[in-house]
């Protein structure tokens, strides 16, 4: 089954901090892998893709297949990364399965 | 703004009526895509369309879920007989198959069925 598990709900830590948003999925095939991301009171967007291999906003993800892994990364937080974080895998119709989703909390 | 829209943003109803929700894509997007959120959970798809074909619907999508999108460009979901259960945050998201397999997500439509 095409499954994505985000274990964290709440990730926690200071200004300056080093990130690391865990996502682990389930796939039979070629997996393509995303990470949206939702600020307060605004739509969810994405942020980064993998096979783009950007950084965007100082965010990495390296897709892992031995470890079946994509976890997000960023080495200095800044407040305004504050959100709720998605892990998402692209079926193979095109849908997207969603994790459950981290909420980012970076404090001052 | 060129963006997804949807339409109404909000929508509180008595359980047992039926609502209708629209969205419109962006303008040369072919794909059309509705999600689900509830509470704590990330968005969990619902069906999609290529142009006006409706190709996969959820499991989720029980007889009382309707979707249309009749000239391939806007699309309209409508529960039937609504129930507690179906409060949530309905979205809607668009991409051009082909191009870019990146997803566009409308704001939603929060249903709350009282």
């Known amino acids: 089954a095409q499954r994505v598990t985000q274990p964290e709900k709440l990730l926690s830590v200071f200004k300056g901090a080093p990130v690391e948003l865990k996502c682990n999925y389930s796939?039979?095939?070629?997996?393509?892998l995303f990470w949206y991301v939702q600020y307060s009171r605004q739509r969810l967007q994405l942020l980064l893709r993998h096979i783009s291999r950007e950084s965007i906003k100082g965010f990495t993800a390296d897709l892992n297949k031995g470890e079946t892994s994509f976890h997000l990364k960023k080495p200095f937080a800044q407040e305004e990364d504050s959100a709720m974080y998605y892990c998402?895998?692209?079926?193979?119709?095109?849908?997207?399965?969603f994790g459950q989703g981290t909420t980012l909390q970076v404090k001052p | 703004d060129t963006g997804v829209s949807q339409d109404p943003r909000h929508k509180i109803t008595k359980r047992g009526q039926n609502v209708t929700f629209r969205c419109d894509p962006i303008?040369?997007?072919?794909?059309l895509y509705w999600y689900r959120q509830t509470l704590g959970q990330g968005p969990e798809f619902l069906t999609y369309f290529q142009n006006e074909a409706q190709l996969e619907k959820s499991r989720l999508l029980s007889d009382r879920f309707s979707a249309e999108r009749p000239k391939g460009s806007f699309s309209t979901l409508e529960i039937q007989r609504t129930e507690q259960g179906d409060s949530a945050m309905y979205l809607c998201a668009s991409n051009l198959a082909g191009y870019t397999d990146t997803q566009y997500f409308g704001p939603g439509t929060r249903l709350t069925v009282l």
């Open positions: 998402a895998i692209r079926g193979n119709t095109g849908k997207l399965i």
């Open positions: 303008s040369e997007h072919n794909r």
């Open positions: 796939y039979s095939g070629s997996p393509e």
